[in-house]
Nanobody, 121 residues
Framework: EVQLVESGGGLVQPGGSLRLSCAAS????????MNWVRQAPGKGLEWVSS????????YYAESMKGRFTISRDNAKNMLYLQMNSLKSEDTAVYYC??????????????WGKGTLVNVSS
């Protein structure tokens, strides 16, 4: 079965850094673009970043540009999100998601359970 398992969240002070990981299994990882999506407490889902199947192309929401870096290691079936200069507004549950092969904008078919990032002093 398809599984996406996030890890690396936790408590961090404003200005600090965290590296999130997503371990993928149950499918051919390098066939798929991947995404990070987040949900702040009491708010809706917010797209964070995407990466193409081979890592050649990346996309970021405007508020994350210059602070977050998405990457992947296809040999290890791993997706990463390096988060620097964290702000309290980044507090959220972060989800790893698989993009649709159809490339339909916003299309995601599998989600992990998420990992909580709490940015607080």
């Amino acid at each position: 079965e398809v599984q996406l398992v996030e890890s690396g969240g936790g408590l961090v002070q404003p200005g600090g850094s965290l590296r999130l990981s997503c371990a993928a299994s149950g499918f051919t990882f390098d066939d798929y673009a991947m995404n990070w999506v987040r949900q702040a407490p009491g708010k809706g889902l917010e797209w964070v970043s995407s990466i193409s199947w081979n890592g050649d192309t990346t996309y970021y929401a405007e508020s994350m540009k210059g602070r977050f870096t998405i990457s992947r290691d296809n040999a290890k079936n791993m997706l990463y999100l390096q988060m620097n200069s964290l702000k309290s507004e980044d507090t959220a549950v972060y989800y790893c998601t698989r993009a649709l092969l159809s490339h339909r904008p916003g299309g995601m078919d599998y989600w992990g359970k998420g990992t909580l990032v709490n940015v607080s002093s």
